[in-house]
Structures are given as C-alpha cells and as structure tokens.
C-alpha cells in the first residue's frame, strides 16, 4: 500500500546560503525558470538527478543558480548555471517516489511547483551566458569529450582563441585543438555512435579527422564492428596510401589510372597505382596553389604534408593574426586528401611582426624623450609605484576594521560586473612586491588551515577545495576569520590603479572609499618621504617637487647642486614634512 505523499505546499522553502546578511540572492519560484537553448549541455545522469533530487527535498538548494531575465518571455527566468538542479527540483514537482527494497510502503517525495529556489539574477549578454554555461561544464567531473568539445567549439564563436580556451579551462592547448576538431569534425552518425558509447574517444578524434568517402567508410566499419577497429587500426587505414577516386583533384577517366571497386560497395574506390596518384594528386594542389598566389590577395600561400587535413599544425599555424600576415594552408595527406585553410597566419611571422613592432616602440619611445626637455619629462615609474604602495597600504589599514563596508563592497563587486571591485582578480596591475601585511595574513591561513589555502606566490593564494566543501569550511568560520579573508580579497582589488601604465591614477571608487573611510587622512600622517621615491625625479622635478613643500620645510636650494645632495637634503625633511601632513600628487589619492 503507497502511503501518502510528501507535500510541502505549505512548508517554507529552504533559505539561500548568502555571504551575509546584506547579499540579497532572489528567491525564484521554479515555475519561473526556463532552461537555456545555449547551454551546450545535453545529457544528464538519471541517477545522478535522482540522488541530488533527494538530497534537495531533505536539506534544500545549496548552491545558488545564475540566472538572467528572460530575454523573451516576461517574469521568467534564463538559466545560465545550475540546470542540473533545476531538473532535480523538476523531479520533486512531479512527485519521487521511493520503492522499498524489501517490500515495505513506497514513498513519495514531493514539493509545490513555486517551490523557491535561490538563484542570483544577473544581466547579461547571449555570449556572457555561454561563456558561464560552458566554465561551469569545465568543473564537472563527468563531462564527456563530445561536450568539452561542443563547449569549446561555443567559446570560439564567442571569439576567443585555443589559448585563451586552454587558459581558462585548465586544459593544454593540443587536447583543446584536438577538442575542437572533434565538434566540427565528427558528423552526425558518428557523433550518435559516441553519445551511446559504441565507440571510444580516441576511435571518434580519428573519424573526426578524415573527410569525404574516408569518413564514411571509417564510420560503417566501427559501426559494424567497433572492437575489431581500434584508433590505431584507423588511424593506419587513414595514413596507408591509397587514393580514393572521390578524393582526386585530377580527371580521374583522362588519367588512365586504373581503378579498384569493391564489388559488394564496402570499401570505396582507389587507384592501383598509388604513386602515379600521388603525384597526380599533388599536382593539382600545386596548380591551385599558384592560382591563389597569382591573384595576389594573400600573404603567402603553403603546401604542406600532414598525416591529418583538418588540424592545423598547430606549432606553426593558427587561425588568429594580423590582416596583413594572412594566407592560405593546402594541407593534403599520404592518401590524397586536401583542405584548404584559408586567412591562417604562420607564428613566426606573427612573432617576428611583434618583435618588429616592439623594436619600433622602443625606438621610438627614446626619440620621445631626446626630444622632450628634461623639465617636461614625466616621472619615472619608480616613483609612482610608491605611491600605489603608500595607497595600497593605507586601504587595508582602513578596510580591515571596516567589516560593514567590505560587505558593502562585495555585494557591490557582485551586481556591477564592470565595477572596480572584484571579489576575485583574474588579471589586473600589481605591485612590484606584496605588502607585509598581507604576506602575514597569507602565511597565517596557508599554515593554520592547509586543507583550505595554498599559496604558489608571496602574497598570494588559493584556495584547494571549491563549490560546497568550500563553502562549507568557511560556514565553520568564526566572524573575525571571515573577514579576514574577505578583506585580503578586497584590498587585493580595490588598490589596483586604472589602466596598465603605474602612472595611472586610482579608481574613482577607491578615491569616494579613501575619502569615506578617512584613508586619505591615514596617508597624510604616515607618509614619509624616501631616498627610493626621490631617485625616480630629474634634478628640475626635484625642484618643481620643493616648490609644493610647506615653507618651513622647504630644503636649502643653491645653484649648481648635484641630485645626490638635493635629495639628501629633502630626506633631511622628512620629519617636518611628514608632520606637515605634505603628500606629492603621484601619491595622494586623487583623479
């Protein structure tokens, strides 16, 4: 006998985890919810879904979705990431049941269909849900290749390189080329043969990288018998020589060739005579090679041997480049297969393009500063530097016993994805080296907890575990920990200057954050002129520099006197000028 359902109509949904209680992640009813067309993830484990599905209705969502407004359709929702769990929510709307083992009651599991469920709302873009939708993939442990690869084949479309792919997937660049041969490569009877696990991996990167009647003789002969085909028996039968009549760029009939059929139309057509085909086939490569040469529109035009057509050899090539280097690769095989890859561009060319470019730079930078007089020069970087340290350090004095507003700010970072705040700084200007305290405050959490945090550089860290065992230990944390951690995020990207160049000055939001939390009071007090900061000045800029001391504090000028002795003279100040309050322009915190 089924004993009754399960019903939680009327019981309150579990509460969103949150950073705190100022980071507002919106509670969505699951009706609200639609999933992503974009999303390059087709296959989920029914198994897997019915374990999370149970583990949702007794402790709730854990992890928030990412979501946008629903571009279409109004008070609806997009999925960007977490679809796995709204099919697991799915699973308790139409009601789990649970059959004993041995016998007993069945139970049912179910929840109402405006069950909540946390999701954090962003806007975005058709290429920024993509781009979250595929990192997400990368993360999964069970992540097929045919979906890493459909996820890098989306990342391209996007515009971003093998490299950058490989940067941000963790991957090597080589397994993401060969990835992206596999989407475009595979075909659709072969890309069926690998969904249901009738072929391996490797049988399928080699079906993926043949073309015309080879690949459809590869695809019959795994499909009949995929055991007795390995990778490396197809990969031979792709590389032993044989032209195939329907690869042939030649009159086939004016040739006089003769032709080999299979009679019972298994194994496609080929020339007896290999070598005479060969020949004949490279022939006419060459001839259209000179036809895109003579017209004039490229750069250069290559013929090149390859065991393989499809890839680009990817140590000489790649397909991103300057306009003016571009060009055309005939890649052909043993076995007369030829495709034609049109706006590639060579790497040595590029670097040697870069290198030139960069030389250029550098000439004509120094011509620059011939010809600037020396008054008129700006100050070295040296100089600018110790203001962003003096800044920087500054910041985190305030920012470490404000906790209201770290969280302020990182509810801030959260919503504005151009903002100057990011919890988490991928690429971004840093200091020439860490501050101490920061490097204390890294040495403290590697040693005291190194089941959390590493670190591969001073001043820097990660942590070793991430998604709920992260979030998990850091519930574990007392307050003071918390922010700890949240105040080496935060310094990590408030300080940052905007632009590349050290002259930059800071942000606009971390001059209103210095003015709001007196850190630019805190520099007047405690910065103190230095022998490093003065060696970045011209004898003129030293002076200029005097001139906005405070009188009494002014050094002694005479005619003559070498920038050794005035900068002795300044440091000789210090003490005043420091008690003056006195801060030069490249290290106050102004626009």
Known sequence: MTEPAHDLTHAPAPTALRLSPTAEVAQLPWTALRRSALNPRRAFDDKALFELATDIYHKGVLQNLVVRP????????????????????????????????????????????????????????????????????????DVTPLEEADGF???????????????????????????????????KEARKLLTEGKINGAQAQVIAQTTGELKKHLVRLVKDNPRAYSADQLRKLTTEGRILVSDA???????GLLIVEDLWGITPAYFRDTQKAQALQLEAIEAQAQADR????????????????????????????????????????CSGQMKRHERVVRKADVQAAQKAQQAAERTQAAQNRAQ?????????????RVGQEARARVLWGQLVNDPQRCLALTVQGLFETCSEVKVRVDVAPSLSTPLPE?????????????????????????????????????????????????????????????????????????????????????LSREWEVTEEFLSAY????????????????????????????????????????????????VVTFSR
């Open 70 to 141: 629903h571009p279409t359709e109004a008070g609806a929702y997009e999925i960007a990431a977490g679809e796995r769990r709204y099919r697991a929510v799915a699973l308790l709307v139409e009601g789990l049941e649970l059959v004993d083992d041995q016998g007993g009651p069945s139970d049912v599991l179910r929840v109402p269909e405006g069950y909540a469920v946390p999701c954090l709302v962003k806007s975005m873009t058709d290429s920024q849900l993509v781009e979250i939708a595929v990192t997400e993939n990368f993360q999964r442990e």
């Open 294 to 333: 003579d017209s004039g529109a490229w750069a250069f035009v290559d013929v090149v041997t390859s065991d393989y057509v499809q890839n680009l050899p990817w140590r000489e090539y790649e397909h991103y480049g300057p306009e003016n280097l571009r060009g055309v690769l005939y890649l052909h095989s």
């Open 538 to 585: 011209t004898i003129p800029q030293l002076t200029a520099l005097a001139a906005t001391m405070p009188r009494d504090a002014q050094p002694g000028m005479a005619p003559g006197v070498s920038k050794k002795e005035l900068m002795g003279r300044i440091v000789e100040m210090a003490p005043r000028l420091k008690a003056a309050g006195w801060v030069p322009d």
């Open 372 to 384: 600037t007089p020396p008054e008129d020069r700006p100050v070295k970087d040296a100089a600018h």
């Open 153 to 187: 084949s989306r990342l391209v479309g996007l515009g971003l390189k093998p490299d950058d792919i490989a940067a941000r997937s963790g991957r090597d660049v080589r397994l993401v080329e060969q990835r992206l041969t596999l989407a475009s490569g595979l075909g």
């Open 249 to 255: 760029l030649f009159d086939a009939e004016a040739s």
């Open 438 to 522: 920061v490097v204390a405050v890294v040495e403290h959490w590697t040693t005291e907890r190194p089941d959390l945090f590493q670190s591969h550089k001073e001043g820097t860290m990660v942590s070793r575990v991430s998604g709920p065992k992260l979030h998990a230990a850091l519930m574990e944390l007392c307050t003071d920990d918390l922010l700890s951690l949240l105040a080496y995020h935060l310094h990590d990207s408030l300080h940052h200057w905007s632009g590349t160049a050290p002259s930059a000055r800071p942000g606009e939001l971390a001059v209103y954050v210095a003015t709001q939390t007196g850190a630019d009071v805190r």
